[in-house]
């Protein structure tokens, strides 16, 4: 199966600076997600980007999507201490409902 | 959105024991779908729990190790049979809701289960 592969895989700011993660993925997908987990908790769903976007934001957010390139790109701009938490991109599976995971960026913001 | 909830939150285990994990939502959900996060690694998925149905496993995962129910709509258990200290992980659920958008999904808080 195919996997959003991430990275960095550590990233750590200080507070104000802005983060850049990328993911990369192996095939065609319908979708792409993006998701923040704090320490040992649950996810929690940040944005979505279909595969016929380029460009999506939310907040702080700005994602990006280059379908040629397979890979997306989350931006989270003026980071604040409480943006640290861990990040995953996800992709769907085409043709089923199940979401595959990379392996996260887990980022520091320091205040 | 949703309010999904698991019982428990955490446990510590004896090793050869088994534990059941509860996941309530409140909503009315279409899929749901149990995954387990090794410490410091991203999600795997165990299964798809089916309503009235035997669950759908993935590569890598059995009904005998993990048995899954899904008695209604908002509701499944996920037991985790004879642990092992390689099955310390969090165990999280998930659902797509109905009329969401199409694969985005919404997680509980998850269940940390240590095994001594």
């Known amino acids: 199966s195919q996997q959003g592969e991430e990275d960095p895989q550590a990233l750590s700011i200080q507070e104000g600076e802005n983060a850049t993660m990328n993911c990369s993925y192996k095939?065609?997908?319908?979708?792409l997600q993006w998701y923040r987990q704090n320490s040992g908790r649950g996810l929690v769903h940040l944005i979505l980007?279909?595969?016929?976007?380029r460009e999506k934001h939310s907040g702080r957010l700005r994602v990006t999507l280059d379908t040629s390139k397979k890979s997306s790109s989350l931006l989270i701009t003026a980071s604040r201490a409480a943006d640290t938490a861990s990040y995953f991109c996800a992709t769907d599976d085409t043709g089923g409902f199940k979401t595959i995971f990379g392996a996260g960026t887990r980022l520091f913001v320091k205040a | 959105s949703a309010v999904i909830s698991q019982k428990p939150s955490r446990d510590i285990c004896q090793r050869g024991t088994s534990l059941t994990i509860q996941c309530q939502v409140d909503?009315?959900?279409?899929?749901m779908f149990w995954y387990r996060q090794q410490p410091g690694q991203s999600l795997t998925l165990i299964a798809t729990a089916n309503q009235g149905s035997e669950a759908t496993y993935e590569s890598g995962f059995v009904i005998d190790k993990f048995p899954i129910s899904r008695p209604n709509l908002t509701f499944s258990t996920l037991t985790v049979s004879n642990m092992s200290p390689e099955d310390s992980s969090i165990y999280l659920c998930s659902v797509l809701l109905a009329g969401s958008s199409y694969n985005e999904q919404f997680f509980g808080p998850g269940t940390r289960l240590t095994v001594l």
């Open positions: 980007i279909r595969s016929n976007e």
């Open positions: 909503s009315q959900v279409t899929m």
């Open positions: 095939t065609s997908i319908n979708n």
